[in-house]
């Protein structure tokens, strides 16, 4: 059974983002139907989503308090548990492929900053700027609402922040793919949480947070990054469909997780060996789209419902 499911994050539940979705999903089960396998159904996916600015990985990536861009990504193959991830890099287009280099090309599993950015340009990606002239002003204005009230001085207090301007998170885009081998291979890229602090890594690149597959399942994470990395929340969706609980049913629990213990927002996607899909969330408009070989197209979940 082939199948792939991916998120593109909280936010406007808009045509340009369910457009968006719909190119991923499209663009990751027409490699699986090929025979291709799910790295690059994954990748490709993601890097879909990354192109376009209107989601919050890549080109149009959220800011930091400084006004950079410094973006998070992972890839993981299930059947050898390989993981590729960057974290705090910039100019770069597409991370979730430089993700990739870094499981294919090297015996590491994470490279930051400046020395991931290096790898970057020795593995033939240009320089590239992805911050958009929409961001910038979002940044702008987010920083005078911020200063105005004095809370920049309070960022330790993330959750605080969050309440007063839920604007903050728009969540993060990821992909897990069932091949046809079964292979199952689950993938995360970020810009981050809007103004977070520069230096701060979030869940994303973690393996077991943000990003986690085996040969039992994969997931993928968006939300606040510092609760998903607390409760590990990728791990504890992956493990318990090993233990034989179901997609859907394991990734409600890990949101339970979320909510009985650090009470932060998230959301997480999730497929077993079977390519069945699950998915849950405790934030306000979280974007889905999957396909499995039984069904006859997409299928493209917001809080407003299903769309075909
Ligand atoms: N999880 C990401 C992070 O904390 C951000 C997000 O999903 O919005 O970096």
Known sequence: MRAIVVHGG??????????????????????????????????????????????????????????????????????TLNIGAVADVRNVKNPISLARKVMDETDHVLLVGKGAEEFARIMGFPK????????????????????????????????????SHP?????????????????IVAGTSTGGVFLKLFGRVGDTPIPGAGTYATKYGGASALGIGEGIMKTLLTKTVVDLIRNGISA????????DLLDNTVKLAAGVIAIDRKGNIG????????????????????IISGDEGYSK
């Not at 604007?167 to 292979?183: I, K, P, R």
């Not at 889905?288 to 039984?294: D, K, L, P, Q, T």
Request: charge should be negative.
């Open 128 to 163: 590239y700027d992805p911050v958009t002239e929409d961001q910038r002003q979002k940044w702008r204005h987010l920083r005078e609402k911020l200063a105005q009230s004095g809370q920049i001085k309070h960022w330790k207090k993330l959750s605080r922040l969050l309440r």
């Open 279 to 298: 998915f849950a969330h405790n934030y306000e408009n979280m974007l889905v789209a999957f396909r499995n070989e039984n069904m006859n197209d997409l």
């Open 248 to 255: 859907q049913k394991a990734a409600e629990a890990g949101i």
């Open 167 to 183: 604007e903050l998170l728009q969540g993060t885009v990821g992909c897990v793919a069932l091949d046809g081998s079964n292979e």
């Open 10 to 79: 909280f936010g406007d539940l808009n045509e340009e983002r369910i457009e968006g979705v719909r190119t991923s999903v499209e663009t990751g089960f027409s490699i699986l139907i090929q025979g291709g396998s799910a790295l690059d159904a994954c990748e490709k996916a993601i890097n879909v989503l990354e192109d376009a600015p209107v989601f919050n990985a890549g080109t149009g990536s959220a800011l930091t308090l400084d006004g950079q861009c410094a973006m998070d990504a992972a890839i993981m193959k299930g059947s």
